[in-house]
């Protein structure tokens, strides 16, 4: 009898912490409303499962429990009952996953009008290069990597002259598709910024990419979510979201490849 | 008839030590893997001090962090999980419950616990070795892992660490060729595969799967281990680590990735199998009534073992590979939710309408049931692929694995333990301690890992040492990790009254009848208790019936077990029993 | 020959030895799967040359066929209860295999001398590798059947174990000349 009411005091508190809403979602920064909506709709399915199955569970074991002269029956199988739950249960996974597959459809879809950022993780910190007034990314070669070219320029690529580098902070126009180019200069390691719903994996040896469009102006927080060593939980970078004006001034003060890499 | 192999054993050494009897085989991968997985415990232990109370001990480092982190992952789910359900229930359970003297290659059996015992030395060797144990994460990922002190323990650390698998994967494999050998083969007569108790399928469809699945953890093993020590790229691309740059290059990270979770989820599903298998016997026993749905129950182990095979990208959706690939892996791996959710509903409908005795095991079965099913549902957004974006590698994660592996195929053992004992010992396990050790660790287990939902879907990341640099967190967080350790803790000292149990009650615990719980299934029906060396006596037992004849309308008692013959005149107005 | 006698009483001849060594031959099959795509999927890489392969790779190969032959041979005659041409057939099989076996080895001699070690690239690594696993899956086998060949159905089981090494040889060296 306590396990019956213990189960339903457990259902009672994890409803009452989930819905504090002290650790939930941070607001949403970006246009991956479809991502939340995906896994809000996943969350909703399996918390009406979880109450719904718990509490059957809390219910059967109060109803059936063992007491003088009862007797359990014989009730070895239903093959109609099993199908029906079949069914239930095929349709509520139909129901989370066909949004999931939409988003994500659209997801792995960048706009043609992104604008390119390269993003370089290393043990322990986030650096960053953008294209410049060309619009283009020059071409950068790991083995090229030295004290003087942290990034690996190639410098033989004319495009890659007026690309601008940031040491430390993620700066990003407001309003407008980001296309992340993110590599990694030594073990794998993952770009994650909580508020836009970002995450992919830095891994040395290849381009990942990833996009977005910021929508809030503000300051938010990259970190790394793939362990890459003690400092792991030390690898963050401000990522700051500004009117298009003031990211322009911010660029144009950065150091660029043509001013600060030499061979 | 089945054939047994060997004579009785005469001395203490053939007896006790180096025996081919598949039941001391069993208590010694029991007591070995308990024996381990309680210093996989106390490792928990300092990680969580670590957390709730940063900062406050020296010897937790950022670097010791990242090795216990490691360690504690690979001993529970290897070292422990799969080692007590394979070689532990299933070297226990299989020969008993298929009224076989032994399984079908003794000598091998013996083989494989000692070098067993071998992979375990070698796992533990590392913390005595220059540098320690490595601190790359259970899941051994390049280039982090194989580079030169790009993480703790990349010297011997890591060498003893795959060296350890691989004696550990020989020892697998010896044991499943037993094992699966053994339920096709050595069944005595009536005993059909479908008139199987569901723990024997459970651990038979698991073995399959482990044979299948560890040879790839075999090959990224040794590939990993020749790009550590001997300066090969397989898995190493051009790196530069600390502004040094290797001569390594052309290696493919991603390749790696592949191998390990092509092993890796299969690997939860031998730890699950077994678990579901048990858990529906003790279920059904306790209950007093038929397993409901035996034959979707088995059909739903076999698709699961099946579909287990090709979701393994599921845990790299974000890594990197080909993005195309992402729909495949989301709809396999939310497919396999369905035969999982149809054996939850056959749980609860075998309690429907049962009579359910609140002793210890079905306790136990009830936790098992409870945890399965927040973490089997919470296992469903990370399957949904762009759900999965935001929650991978934080502590959703974290939470989702633990309750379903480290609670819920607990519980099962537990149960399982508690349900066996008077069996292996011919005592009962004390009932009021047991029932201490259920309620905390049920009710304890929620307390830790649910808050970890939550604080994944901020967006904490896992393997995390502390969480100063977060700029995100709400000010309760400190204290929510706390919370999170004092359970832990209390959890963890729990298990340690439950140890004690176990040894107390091995030795002058209350003597236990033949069976004690009124079981139908073939190793309650020895002819003593702990049963003779090769089982049976003189003669092999024949099988009637299907194991889960309990409350049959009409019969005597409210079970009948496997072994007693059918009667000729056909019961008016019930169902056959025979199956 | 152990008899067994399943479930229902037939007398067959699936043992639990046969089981065994077919379920052995299903883990040994994912290993070398495994390696293979792993090659093949490392082949993609920029950085992958090919190997210079010595013509002894070609004789070691024709001396694992024919050892192959020989111990099927062995097996017929031994079914025929020629035990003396079975016994003769099974020593051949044995000593060819070992003739593969420094053979291989003497593969990675000459490979050594034209400056290609383990670590020198891919191709070469991946050679090492494979070789060294196929060849140690053979040299067990070696090792086991002295042991425990000791009834026709044993002899038996160890041709079959050998074919299959034959089989993922041909894969394997297939594999090796071809990229």
Request: proline content about 6%; overall charge positive; glycine content about 8%.
């Amino acid at each position: 009898m306590a396990i019956s009411f213990i189960l339903v005091l457990i259902v009672l508190g994890a409803i009452v912490l989930t819905a504090s809403g002290i650790w939930w979602f941070t607001p949403l920064a970006s246009n991956w409303n479809e991502i939340d909506g995906a896994l809000l709709i996943t969350l909703a399915v399996i918390g009406i499962a979880f109450v719904v199955l718990n509490i059957v569970l809390a219910y059967f074991v109060l109803r059936y429990r063992h007491r003088e002269q009862s007797r359990a029956q014989f009730l070895p199988d239903n093959p109609k009952l099993e199908k029906i739950l079949i069914g239930i249960t095929a349709l509520g996974i139909v129901i989370l996953l066909a949004p999931g597959l939409f988003a994500y459809s659209r997801f792995i879809s960048p706009p043609r009008d992104a604008l390119t950022i390269e993003v370089v993780g290393e043990q322990w910190r986030w650096s960053y290069r953008y294209p410049g007034p060309d619009g283009k990314l020059g071409r950068a070669n790991p083995k090229l990597i030295s004290p003087k070219n942290l990034f690996g320029i190639d410098l033989t690529d004319p495009a890659a002259q007026d690309d601008i580098l940031s040491y430390s902070e993620l700066h990003l126009p407001v309003g407008r598709p980001v296309l992340l180019h993110i590599r990694s200069k030594d073990v794998i390691h993952s770009f994650f910024i909580p508020s836009f719903r970002v995450k992919m994996d830095a891994v040395p040896g290849m381009v990942t990419h990833y996009w977005f469009t910021p929508t809030v102006i503000g300051r938010f927080q990259a970190v790394c979510a793939e362990l890459c060593g003690i400092g792991h939980h030390r690898m963050q970078s401000p990522v700051i979201v500004e009117r298009l004006e003031d990211f322009q001034q911010w660029l144009a003060k950065q150091p660029t490849v043509a001013t600060t890499v030499k061979p | 008839m089945t054939h047994h192999t060997h004579h009785e054993p005469q001395s203490f050494w053939t007896k006790y030590i180096f025996s081919q009897d598949h039941k001391v085989i069993a208590i010694q991968y029991t007591i070995t893997a308990l024996l381990v997985g309680l210093f996989g415990l106390v490792l928990s232990w300092l990680m969580r001090l670590q957390l709730g109370f940063p900062g406050s001990f020296q010897f937790l480092n950022p670097g010791s962090y990242y090795q216990m982190l490691t360690q504690h992952g690979m001993i529970m789910i290897v070292y422990l999980l799969t080692a007590i359900l394979l070689g532990g229930f299933g070297n226990y359970l299989i020969p008993l419950m298929i009224g076989a003297r032994d399984m079908a290659f003794p000598f091998l059996n013996m083989l494989s616990y000692w070098v067993y015992l071998l992979s375990v030395i070698v796992l533990m060797a590392a913390f005595f070795v220059p540098g320690g144990p490595t601190g790359a994460g259970w899941t051994l990922y390049p280039p982090l892992s194989a580079l030169p002190n790009a993480a703790p323990g990349s010297g011997w650390g890591i060498k003893l660490m795959l060296i350890s698998l691989v004696i550990f994967i020989a020892a697998a494999t010896m044991g499943g060729l037993n094992y699966v050998t053994t339920v096709l083969q050595c069944r005595t007569k009536g005993m059909t595969l479908m008139r199987m108790p569901l723990s024997v399928w459970g651990i038979f469809i698991a073995s399959v799967m482990a044979l299948f699945a560890f040879p790839a953890l075999f090959a990224g093993g040794v590939m990993l281990l020749f790009d550590n020590l001997l300066g090969t790229s397989f898995f190493i691309p051009a790196v530069t680590l600390f502004g040094q740059q290797l001569p390594r290059e052309g290696g493919n990270p991603l390749l790696f990735q592949h191998l390990f979770w092509y092993f890796g989820h299969p690997e939860v599903y031998v730890v699950i199998l077994p678990a579901m298998g048990i858990a529906s016997d003790l279920i059904s026993t306790h209950a007093r009534k038929p397993i409901f749905g035996y034959k979707a129950m088995v059909l739903a182990m076999a698709a699961i073992a099946f579909i287990g095979f090709i979701v393994w990208a599921h845990h790299m959706f974000v890594s990197g590979m080909n993005p195309y690939f992402g729909f495949f892996f989301a709809v396999s791996t939310l497919i396999i939710a369905i035969p999982s959710a149809v054996k939850v509903y056959n749980w609860l409908l075998t309690l429907w309408r049962g009579n359910i005795r609140l002793n210890v095991p079905m306790l136990f079965g009830i936790g098992w049931i409870s945890t399965f099913i927040i973490g089997g549902l919470t296992g469903l957004p990370l399957g949904n692929v762009v759900a999965d974006v935001p929650l991978h590698d934080t502590y959703f994660v974290v939470g989702h694995f633990h309750l379903v592996m480290g609670v819920a195929a607990l519980m099962a053992i537990f149960g399982g333990i508690y349900h066996w004992f008077p069996k292996v010992t011919g005592r009962m396990l004390n009932e009021t301690l047991g029932k201490l050790h259920f309620w905390v660790t049920f009710v304890g287990a929620y307390a830790i890992f649910f808050p970890m939902f939550l604080m994944g879907i901020l967006g904490v990341p896992r393997r995390y040492f502390d969480f100063n640099a977060l700029q995100y967190l709400p000010p309760q967080t400190s204290a929510l990790n706390i919370a999170i350790t004092v359970a832990a803790l209390t959890v963890g000292a729990v298990q340690l009254i439950f140890l004690g149990n176990l040894i107390w009650s091995a030795l002058w615990g209350k003597r236990a009848e033949a069976n004690p719980w009124g079981a139908t299934t073939l190793e309650w029906q020895t002819p003593t208790t702990p049963p003779p060396h090769g089982n049976w006596g003189a003669q092999t037992p024949t099988v009637y019936r299907w194991a889960y004849d309990y409350s049959v309308p009409g019969a005597e008692r409210d079970f009948i077990p496997q072994n007693v013959p059918t009667e000729p005149q056909v019961l008016v107005g019930a169902q056959s029993t025979v199956r | 020959m152990t008899v067994h006698h399943s479930p229902n009483g037939h007398r067959d001849s699936v043992t639990p030895a046969r089981v065994g060594v077919w379920l052995f031959l299903g883990v040994a099959t994912m290993i070398f799967a495994a390696l293979v795509s792993a090659y093949i999927v490392r082949m993609g890489s920029s950085d992958w040359h090919s190997l210079p392969k010595p013509g002894l790779l070609w004789v070691n190969t024709a001396i694992l066929l024919l050892s192959s032959a020989a111990l099927q041979w062995a097996t017929i005659a031994e079914r025929q209860g020629a035990h003396r041409s079975a016994r003769l057939g099974f020593v051949a099989g044995a000593v060819l295999s070992a003739l593969f076996l420094l053979g291989q080895l003497w593969a990675w001699a000459v490979l050594h001398k034209l400056g290609y070690f383990l670590n020198t690239n891919p191709s070469s690594s991946f050679f090492y590798l494979l070789t060294a696993v196929h060849g140690l899956h053979l040299l067990g086998g070696l090792i086991v059947a002295a042991w425990t060949v000791r009834s026709s159905e044993r002899l038996q089981l160890f041709v079959t174990y050998w074919h299959f090494l034959t089989a993922v040889w041909v894969v394997l060296f297939g594999l090796i000349v071809l990229t």
